[in-house]
């Protein structure tokens, strides 16, 4: 795995770095409009990122199939939806907001689900990310150095605010500054973590690549209806939310066009 490669993982996670590091710099939460803003605004790149990082890519690379072409896309998409919809029913995880914890009966404080559902949210992320320089690695021509590169970055860019989500409420919980930074890092470290071990089983399914990248784009999708809408939806200043995963949107998609 060359440098360009490794330091293309790492940027995600260095978004969540720096977002938890807002535990030293900040002393208040944020507040419910921010967080619902924070949300659209991921849920804006999420969806962008799906769009023009990962089904088009998928499409094309399938357009030998002629009419059928959608058929991987289609299929992978699914398969994405199903692996997060088990692991949503497999991990005790509590939502920004919510009262009731998912997943099974467990008996883990409410910061550590929280820590959790954000750490489930980070997988496809970091799936995609692995499967994207994959392709990149293996030669495809339509996956460049730019375009993944966009992909890392749009992903660091609303990593960012996530970060901060779980360190600053620790932090006002109890937890020492320093601790409530490594929570918030580590929520992150899953993602070069599945970045690299995608990219390790990716170079056994090259033929699949267009299967690999619609999985990611589905698992993010699921992230995204299931998790970042409502909680940007619910209760006033919703409109908030709907502007800022308009500016999401709006930016991964030139970042994708612009370095792709």
Known sequence: MNTAVLAGLLIPFAGTVLGSACVFFMKKNFGARVQKALNG???GVMVAASIWSLIIPAMEQSKDMGRWSFLPAFVGFWIGILFLLLLDSLIPHLHLNAEKAEGPNSKLKKMTMMVLAVTLHNIPEGMAVGVVYAGFISGNTTI????ALALAIGIAIQNFPEGAIISMPLCAEGKSKKKAFLYGALSGAVEPIGAALTILA?????PAMPYLLSFAAGAMVYVVVEELIPEMSEGEHSNVGVVLFAVGFTLMMALDVALG
Do not use: D, N
Not at 144 to 147: D, E, F, I, L, R
Not at 202 to 206: G, K, N, S
């Open 202 to 206: 990716a170079e056994f399914f090259i």
């Open 41 to 43: 605004f991921a849920a």
């Open 144 to 147: 460049t150095a730019g375009g």
